[in-house]
């Protein structure tokens, strides 16, 4: 079964067809462990023979490394058969290794650290080095990356990063759009509050959503969503298993945004597992479906480490939810009650 796609087209100009099914690239930058580069490859070789042709990368995963290893795979593919999103807002800084970022968290990766710079100047060079480290000629997406509170710590310093983006880094976003060498851009953020409040101020196309939509999660759908489809701003979810959770079960050791999921929350995924299991759907089928229900969402991108989750998620994405599943969620209380369900 093929995989489904969706056009955006917001400003008519032809836009862009993703697959409903992208591929998250974070873990291809060893993400809390190392994969060999062989790996890498074959993984990315059973997305593009599912059908895959939406990829997101950033400089950020592993220091470089993500980009790289999409460059061989990428090279004798046709450009304009896939679309391809990568990130801007950090520099990264060659250093020694015991000075490099991410420490514990990326393994077996370049010595770089990574310097937030969200000015004019900093969006041009970040796109000229990530060209470089891909090897294409073109990205079709960029988007402003980690300008949230998770990353900048505070409100007080997101404010600041939020307003040199905003008086450089936008406009050139904005000039690159213009001139034809991207295609759209927008933020890729783990909060909706900065992206709607960037939305409310300047002409985006579109956000990348990192957990804050999902079964879990629903609060975006009060305003921001509602923003998005009024403007034709198209959102792409990431982390649609909220770190892992909504694809292990409440089991010991599960994720939950990144960090060992609390009791409540593992609580609240034992009741969702319980209602998917009523009716013999596996969990991670309905979380990854469940934001595609939503009109405004153009495409879900899960990681995949391994063979066995890459598969994961392509079953996921040619999966049936029955509409009951969803009915009966909202009627025990465990999803927002006007959440879109589809038909």
């Given at each position: 079964m093929a995989l489904s796609t969706r056009h955006w087209d917001r400003l008519e100009n032809g836009g862009l067809t993703f697959t409903e099914l992208g591929f998250g690239s974070a873990p291809f930058g060893n993400l809390y462990r190392a994969i060999t580069d062989q790996n890498a490859q074959d993984i990315l070789q059973i997305a593009w023979d599912a059908g895959m042709r939406y990829f997101d990368t950033a400089p950020l995963y592993g220091l470089g490394?993500?980009?790289t290893r999409l460059n061989p795979f990428l090279r004798d593919k046709p450009r304009d058969e896939y679309v391809l999103s990568t990130k801007v807002g950090r520099l990264l800084r060659a250093t020694t290794?015991?000075?490099?970022?991410?420490q514990g968290k990326w393994f077996n990766v370049p010595s770089r650290a990574e310097v937030y710079d969200y000015t004019y100047d900093g969006v041009m060079r970040s796109l000229e080095f990530s060209l470089e480290r891909l090897g294409v000629d073109r990205v079709d997406i960029l988007y402003a990356h980690d300008l949230d509170v998770f990353n900048h710590g505070s409100q007080d310093a997101l404010d600041e990063k939020l307003t040199e983006f905003m008086d450089g880094g936008y406009k050139a976003l904005v000039d690159l759009r213009d001139q034809g060498v991207i295609?759209?851009?927008g933020a890729g953020v783990n909060e909706w509050q900065p992206c709607?409040?960037?939305?409310e101020r300047g002409d985006f196309d579109l956000f990348l959503l990192a957990g804050r939509y999902t079964l879990l999660e629903q609060e975006a759908l009060n305003s921001f969503l509602l923003l998005c489809q009024d403007r034709g701003i198209g959102i792409v979810i990431g982390g649609p298993y909220n770190s892992g959770i909504l694809a292990t079960g409440p089991v010991k050791g599960a994720n939950f945004n990144y960090d060992p999921a609390p009791q409540d929350i593992l609580d609240r995924v034992a009741q969702i597992e319980a209602v998917c299991r009523d009716h013999n759907t596996p969990m991670v089928h309905a979380a990854y479906q469940f934001p595609l229900c939503h009109p405004a969402v153009v495409s879900v991108i899960p990681g995949g480490q391994g063979r066995a989750e890459m598969h994961s998620n392509i079953q996921a994405a040619q999966a049936?939810?029955?509409a009951a599943l969803w009915q009966d969620l909202k009627a025990k209380g465990l999803m927002h009650p006007d959440a879109p369900t589809g038909g």
């Amino acid at each position: 079964m093929a995989l489904s796609t969706r056009h955006w087209d917001r400003l008519e100009n032809g836009g862009l067809t993703f697959t409903e099914l992208g591929f998250g690239s974070a873990p291809f930058g060893n993400l809390y462990r190392a994969i060999t580069d062989q790996n890498a490859q074959d993984i990315l070789q059973i997305a593009w023979d599912a059908g895959m042709r939406y990829f997101d990368t950033a400089p950020l995963y592993g220091l470089g490394l993500s980009e790289t290893r999409l460059n061989p795979f990428l090279r004798d593919k046709p450009r304009d058969e896939y679309v391809l999103s990568t990130k801007v807002g950090r520099l990264l800084r060659a250093t020694t290794p015991d000075q490099r970022s991410g420490q514990g968290k990326w393994f077996n990766v370049p010595s770089r650290a990574e310097v937030y710079d969200y000015t004019y100047d900093g969006v041009m060079r970040s796109l000229e080095f990530s060209l470089e480290r891909l090897g294409v000629d073109r990205v079709d997406i960029l988007y402003a990356h980690d300008l949230d509170v998770f990353n900048h710590g505070s409100q007080d310093a997101l404010d600041e990063k939020l307003t040199e983006f905003m008086d450089g880094g936008y406009k050139a976003l904005v000039d690159l759009r213009d001139q034809g060498v991207i295609r759209a851009f927008g933020a890729g953020v783990n909060e909706w509050q900065p992206c709607e409040w960037m939305a409310e101020r300047g002409d985006f196309d579109l956000f990348l959503l990192a957990g804050r939509y999902t079964l879990l999660e629903q609060e975006a759908l009060n305003s921001f969503l509602l923003l998005c489809q009024d403007r034709g701003i198209g959102i792409v979810i990431g982390g649609p298993y909220n770190s892992g959770i909504l694809a292990t079960g409440p089991v010991k050791g599960a994720n939950f945004n990144y960090d060992p999921a609390p009791q409540d929350i593992l609580d609240r995924v034992a009741q969702i597992e319980a209602v998917c299991r009523d009716h013999n759907t596996p969990m991670v089928h309905a979380a990854y479906q469940f934001p595609l229900c939503h009109p405004a969402v153009v495409s879900v991108i899960p990681g995949g480490q391994g063979r066995a989750e890459m598969h994961s998620n392509i079953q996921a994405a040619q999966a049936q939810v029955p509409a009951a599943l969803w009915q009966d969620l909202k009627a025990k209380g465990l999803m927002h009650p006007d959440a879109p369900t589809g038909g």
